[in-house]
């Protein structure tokens, strides 16, 4: 995947995640292409989707950390998370 195919799907994936707060009137994603999965993109897809991610989280907090600053953060929360809920994980009650 070169960076332009690479820069459309962040934008494609931010678009989606950021639509799920919207109303369907303010939506901007309406429009969005299925996205075909093919395993040789798979790395990029995952990527791609993690920068989403962190671009939705600064818009919303307005914090300024970076990719990797955001990727600690993210790390403290799923560790939080399974402290708290560590058995339904597994599908367990």
């Known amino acids: 995947m070169n960076k332009q195919e690479f820069d459309e799907r962040v934008e494609k994936f931010v678009t989606v995640l950021r639509d799920l707060y ?8 309406t429009e969005i292409p299925k996205i075909e999965l093919n395993e040789d993109d798979l790395t990029d897809d995952f990527t791609a989707m993690i920068m989403a991610v962190h671009l939705l989280y600064i ?9 990797i600053g955001f990727t600690h953060i993210a790390n403290r929360l799923v560790f939080q998370w399974l402290l708290e809920n560590g058995d339904k994980e597994k599908g367990e009650s």
């Open 59 to 67: 818009g919303i907090t307005g914090d300024d950390t970076d990719l």
């Open 22 to 29: 919207l109303d369907e009137e303010e939506r901007e994603g």
